[in-house]
């Protein structure tokens, strides 16, 4: 299982994070994130990172070049998308050596239109993250998704692709605790954000701790 804390702005959140043994560490550069980081800060953070290759750019972007100045500006090589289309998508991936996760919201139930984006974007992409979806928009609402509801959409993924499915929407330690038997043999990765804080882009060591301890057992 691969664990991603997203949301980080501080370089004592940094340290601590990558210090607990994560693998991969989120900064959202979306300006309608209550967590969100400029260029110039992404670059400071991931530059103090004992492994910088565990760094992931949260985009929301108007079109695919945006996305590989972005990632150049700051030295990343993994990105996560909430926007774009899957030919956007091949472009990024025919132009650069970009590692693309797709975020794909979902709410209650699974449309066939969720069903249609989730294999167009499984077949261009890395990974998938699912995440709860509120007025088109994904990410950050700290809602969570039904679990039965995303594990129809990781067996959408698995229809069509060998690629990672990761899940996210308001994870915290007591649903992990409840339910990590299904998570694990679903989904290969976690993301995890207001869960592990203390107030929006402040992480919390204590509950980070505890996440990983459920994790790990």
Do not use: W
């Not at 969570?144 to 594990?151: F, G, H, R, S």
């Amino acid at each position: 299982m691969k664990i991603k804390v997203c949301g980080i702005r501080r370089l004592l959140d940094v340290l601590m994070v990558e210090s607990t043994g994560v693998d991969l560490l989120g900064f959202i550069n979306v300006e309608r994130s209550q967590r969100f980081a400029d260029l110039k800060l992404i670059k400071l953070l991931s530059s103090q990172m004992d492994d910088p290759g565990k760094a992931v750019m949260i985009m929301e972007p108007d079109n695919p070049g945006d996305v590989i100045k972005r990632a150049e500006i700051c030295g990343i090589t993994k990105i996560q998308l909430h926007s774009l289309s899957p030919p956007d998508i091949n472009y990024i991936k025919r132009a650069s050596e970009l590692e693309v996760t797709r975020a794909v919201g979902i709410s209650e139930n699974i449309s066939e239109d969720n069903r249609k984006e989730i294999r167009g974007y499984a077949e261009v992409c890395d990974a998938i993250l699912l995440d709860y979806e509120v007025n088109g928009k994904c990410g950050g609402t700290g809602i969570q998704i039904p679990l039965q509801t995303a594990i129809e959409g990781a067996e959408v993924v698995n229809d069509v692709a060998n690629v990672d499915v990761f899940l996210a929407g308001g994870l915290n330690a007591r649903l992990m605790k409840k339910n990590k038997k299904m998570i694990d043999k679903h989904f290969q990765g976690i993301d995890i954000n207001s869960g592990v804080e203390e107030s929006p882009g402040i992480k919390d060591r204590a509950k980070l701790e505890e996440f990983m301890e459920i994790l790990n057992n």
